[in-house]
């Protein structure tokens, strides 16, 4: 059985290590000619990092990222609503890995190239017809097209999914947008709290700094995030990832902040390239494809970057849907086992996040006491707090327990 993976990212990567892993030949195909360790930083929670050390990347990854300790929220004063422990500090039996996104692409690169061979750069996905024995996928490579026959194609082509477009009318599929801008980027600053935590102060109903260091190598190296709602909900027609910001732009949302826990000015000046752009999702799909074909990862289940969740769940549909071929006869029947045991969750995670459950807690304490406060239970009671930290458990998919007492998904 071959497989098709179109999209070199996270995603696609993980799904030809699965592969291989369980026996399965495989493909990859990117549109863009060069990959390179673009972007900034992302979590990898701990049942995206069980799935790595069993790919037998544990190692490579502790050496590349920060093993996170805490997520800890703030009132814009710097005062801490809630801080709770992640990764082996929560008893999972994996940690947390905070890591530049480009760099983790890039170990998994290596690690496909070494075990299975080059991905084949410079080749856009354009179309596809299947058929009871196979699925005949339509290449473009520069100005020449061509045409490949596989058993299985999988879309893991990110948010803006060519794939996903012939499997779904786009018409019917919008980016939706919540109203939220945000500005993200790399910078050179002192410690922030113990070096292990993701700090996310103030509140993105009118604006949020989120923070984490995300090397091992370079404990100096702090990635931001700023979150700023400029606009009511409503449908974009695309969004450009690699569009620059501007610092004075970010500056001027932050400028009133006595914000003691980082010096957000002096990180700002320290980044030499900001991101700009909205946070967007999909709405979840009925079904996420047909007979041999099939999405993963970000063409599937896109959602706001609130849990710390995108990345880790397209290597949780990688593992599954490497099981799922390698343990069914046929492949209709496998993609349709690995659908019905990963579209209901993602499902649920995206219209989780899109509610952001923490935001309506930190503002109630920002109306409570708009000058700040001393301790957490002289602004929220027991019981609030309760629900906040359970809101937070709940878009990260934190369930100590079932992660922990699961069987492997190893072939």
């Known amino acids: 059985?071959?497989?098709?993976?179109?999209?070199?990212?996270?995603?696609?990567?993980?799904?030809?290590?699965?592969?291989?892993?369980?026996?399965?030949?495989?493909?990859?195909?990117?549109?863009?000619?060069?990959?390179?360790?673009?972007?900034?930083?992302?979590?990898?929670?701990?049942?995206?990092?069980?799935?790595?050390?069993?790919?037998?990347?544990?190692?490579?990854?502790?050496?590349?990222?920060?093993?996170?300790?805490?997520?800890?929220?703030?009132?814009?004063?710097?005062?801490?609503?809630?801080?709770?422990?992640?990764?082996?500090?929560?008893?999972?039996?994996?940690?947390?890995?905070?890591?530049?996104?480009?760099?983790?692409?890039?170990?998994?690169?290596?690690?496909?190239?070494?075990?299975?061979?080059?991905?084949?750069?410079?080749?856009?996905?354009?179309?596809?017809?299947?058929?009871?024995?196979?699925v005949l996928v339509t290449l473009r490579e520069g100005g020449r097209i061509s045409r490949e026959r596989v058993d299985v194609l999988v879309g893991a082509d990110g948010v803006q999914s060519s794939v996903r477009a012939r499997l779904h009318d786009p018409a019917g599929d919008p980016l939706r947008w919540g109203g939220i801008r945000m500005w993200r980027g790399v910078g050179d600053s002192d410690q922030v709290l113990d070096g292990a935590t993701v700090l996310a102060g103030g509140s993105n109903s009118a604006a949020k700094f989120v923070t984490y260091h995300i090397s091992a190598r370079n404990p100096r190296l702090l990635n931001w995030v700023a979150e700023v709602k400029v606009a009511e909900p409503g449908i974009v027609p695309d969004a450009d990832w690699s569009r620059e910001g501007a610092h004075a732009d970010v500056c001027a949302h932050f400028a009133a902040w006595k914000y003691p826990l980082v010096d957000i000015p002096a990180l700002l000046a320290a980044t030499k390239r900001i991101l700009e752009y909205p946070m967007v999702d999909r709405d979840?799909?009925?079904?996420?494809?047909?007979?041999?074909?099939?999405?993963?990862?970000?063409?599937?289940?896109?959602?706001?970057?609130?849990?710390?969740?995108?990345?880790?769940?397209?290597?949780?549909?990688?593992?599954?849907?490497?099981?799922?071929?390698?343990?069914?006869?046929?492949?209709?029947?496998?993609?349709?086992?690995?659908?019905?045991?990963?579209?209901?969750?993602?499902?649920?995670?995206?219209?989780?996040?899109?509610?952001?459950?923490?935001?309506?807690?930190?503002?109630?304490?920002?109306?409570?006491?708009?000058?700040?406060?001393?301790?957490?239970?002289?602004?929220?009671?027991?019981?609030?707090?309760?629900?906040?930290?359970?809101?937070?458990r709940g878009i990260s998919d934190a369930d100590v327990r079932a992660l922990n007492e699961r069987e492997s998904w190893s072939v």
């Open 1 to 134: 059985m071959k497989t098709m993976i179109v999209g070199g990212g996270i995603g696609g990567l993980s799904t030809a290590l699965s592969l291989h892993a369980a026996g399965l030949d495989c493909v990859v195909v990117e549109a863009a000619r060069t990959l390179r360790p673009l972007g900034v930083g992302i979590n990898v929670q701990p049942h995206a990092v069980r799935e790595f050390t069993e790919l037998g990347l544990g190692p490579e990854l502790a050496e590349l990222g920060v093993e996170t300790t805490f997520m800890s929220v703030a009132d814009r004063h710097g005062n801490i609503i809630m801080a709770l422990p992640r990764g082996r500090s929560a008893g999972f039996r994996w940690p947390q890995y905070s890591v530049h996104r480009g760099e983790l692409q890039m170990l998994l690169l290596a690690a496909v190239e070494k075990r299975i061979g080059p991905v084949r750069t410079g080749v856009a996905f354009e179309d596809f017809e299947q058929d009871d024995a196979g």
């Open 284 to 392: 979840p799909l009925p079904r996420w494809g047909e007979g041999r074909v099939t999405l993963l990862g970000d063409a599937a289940h896109p959602m706001y970057p609130v849990g710390s969740n995108g990345g880790s769940q397209a290597v949780l549909d990688a593992r599954y849907l490497a099981r799922c071929l390698a343990t069914h006869d046929e492949p209709g029947a496998a993609l349709a086992a690995y659908e019905q045991e990963r579209r209901p969750p993602t499902s649920a995670l995206v219209l989780a996040h899109r509610s952001l459950p923490l935001e309506e807690t930190i503002a109630l304490v920002s109306r409570r006491a708009p000058g700040g406060f001393r301790h957490i239970g002289e602004v929220l009671t027991a019981a609030e707090v309760a629900a906040m930290e359970a809101a937070q």
